[in-house]
């Protein structure tokens, strides 16, 4: 399971998750005036947990692999919500720091879901050699 790069990149952003959630600045998203709020310490829970889970998931590569896009269109969405705060708010600094997170974890999540589909094709040409 170590040996393998998307458990090195999952265990990087659970560890990314983990840390903004005890570290990041709470955002004052009172003065957006959208209906929906999503409270974002628990979306790092979310984000640390699912990325967990798929690691634990080695495997089965076409369930991580399903994970990991349902993860990747979660961290789309929580980045457009902030660069939307980010352009409508004075005080840059907590948005700034809070799109971070979203990016760093989209650039591994993207790097992972490289990898196990690597992984997959390896397995299917070594299938088709039997």
Same mark, same amino acid.
């Given at each position: 399971?170590? @040996?393998?790069? @998307?458990?090195?990149?999952?265990?990087?952003?659970?560890?990314?998750?983990?840390?903004?959630?005890?570290?990041? %600045?709470?955002?004052?998203?009172? +003065?957006?005036?959208?209906?929906?709020?999503? %409270?974002?310490?628990?979306?790092?829970?979310?984000?640390?947990?699912?990325?967990?889970?798929?690691?634990?998931?080695?495997?089965?590569?076409?369930? @991580?692999?399903?994970?990991? $896009?349902?993860?990747?269109?979660?961290?789309?969405?929580?980045?457009?919500?902030?660069? +939307?705060?980010?352009?409508?708010?004075?005080?840059?600094? %907590?948005?700034?720091?809070?799109?971070?997170? %979203?990016?760093?974890? $989209?650039?591994?999540?993207?790097?992972?879901?490289?990898?196990?589909?690597?992984?997959?094709?390896?397995?299917?040409?070594?299938?088709? $050699?039997?």
């Amino acid at each position: 399971m170590i @040996q393998r790069i @998307q458990t090195v990149f999952l265990l990087l952003i659970s560890i990314a998750s983990g840390f903004g959630y005890f570290f990041l %600045p709470t955002l004052d998203l009172s +003065y957006l005036e959208s209906a929906v709020s999503i %409270p974002l310490k628990s979306y790092l829970i979310l984000s640390a947990s699912t990325a967990f889970l798929t690691l634990l998931l080695f495997k089965n590569r076409k369930i @991580q692999l399903m994970i990991n $896009l349902i993860h990747l269109i979660i961290h789309v969405a929580l980045a457009v919500f902030l660069i +939307y705060g980010l352009f409508n708010t004075v005080d840059l600094n %907590p948005f700034l720091v809070w799109l971070m997170v %979203p990016f760093l974890s $989209l650039i591994l999540l993207i790097l992972s879901s490289m990898s196990i589909r690597k992984d997959e094709d390896l397995i299917r040409s070594i299938d088709r $050699l039997r």
